[in-house]
T-cell receptor
Framework: DADVTQTPRNRITKTGKRIMLECSQT?????MYWYRQDPGLGLQLIYY???????NKGEISDGYSVSRQAQAKFSLSLESAIPNQTALYFC?????????????FGPGTRLTVL | GENVEQHPSTLSVQEGDSAVIKCTYS??????FPWYKQELGKRPQLIID?????GEKKDQRIAVTLNKTAKHFSLHITETQPEDSAVYFC??????????????FGKGTHLIIQP
């Protein structure tokens, strides 16, 4: 089945380290998103991309950067991780075709910054 | 940008009873309102959505109603079952329109089904 995958699934790192979270999809969707989930706060949009040449900031982009290497791959980087970036990170995709905006989420990456 | 408020944060109901979760939004130009279910340790999954050109949509035991004038929408689950226990999130387009620019989510409702 077509799916959205994320690597790694869990990561523990130290303050100041650079870390990259990766997302791949086999759904053939053109739109990709990165969300952050904190307990009791729902999900917040970090960055989104409509194609490899179109990257946009979301609600909480400070401290993060992204790269759309191909239609199927969208990576999130923390250049210098800090403890308040400890959270569950989800990648999502959606399809422009038909005007449907359903977002399909990956399994998530649990990041802990010590 | 859009702002979404969700209530209650926790809802406990007896198995077989109905559950209602409510959300309000701020941007009258928003036209797409999805509901996601997230089971413990799992990814959010869409369970139902509604567009602003209709007032109600049903899918078996779940339904969503939309009041554009009051800018609120609600999730209704009837005949609740143990497998309905999860966290439910409402959402609306982050920017005006249909959500292509991403979604803004409510803070979630933890639904507990009591046996």
């Amino acid at each position: 089945d077509a799916d959205v995958t994320q690597t790694p699934r869990n990561r523990i790192t130290k303050t100041g380290k650079r870390i990259m979270l990766e997302c791949s999809q086999t759904k053939g969707h053109d739109r990709m998103y990165w969300y952050r989930q904190d307990p009791g706060l729902g999900l917040q949009l970090i960055y989104y991309s409509f194609d490899v040449k179109d990257i946009n900031k979301g609600e909480i982009s400070d401290g993060y950067s992204v790269s759309r290497q191909a239609q199927a791959k969208f990576s999130l980087s923390l250049e210098s991780a800090i403890p308040n970036q400890t959270a569950l990170y989800f990648c999502a995709t959606s399809d422009r075709a038909g005007g449907v905006n359903e977002q399909f989420f990956g399994p998530g990456t649990r990041l802990t910054v010590l | 940008g859009e702002n979404v408020e969700q209530h209650p944060s926790t809802l406990s109901v007896q198995e077989g009873d109905s559950a209602v979760i409510k959300c309000t939004y701020s941007d009258s130009a928003s036209n797409y309102f999805p509901w996601y279910k997230q089971e413990l340790g799992k990814r959010p999954q869409l369970i139902i959505d509604i567009r602003s050109n209709v007032g109600e949509k049903k899918d078996q035991r779940i339904a969503v109603t939309l009041n554009k004038t009051a800018k609120h929408f609600s999730l209704h689950i009837t005949e609740t079952q143990p497998e309905d226990s999860a966290v439910y999130f409402c959402a609306a387009p982050l920017l005006a329109g249909g959500g292509a620019d991403g979604l803004t989510f409510g803070k979630g409702t933890h639904l507990i089904i009591q046996p």
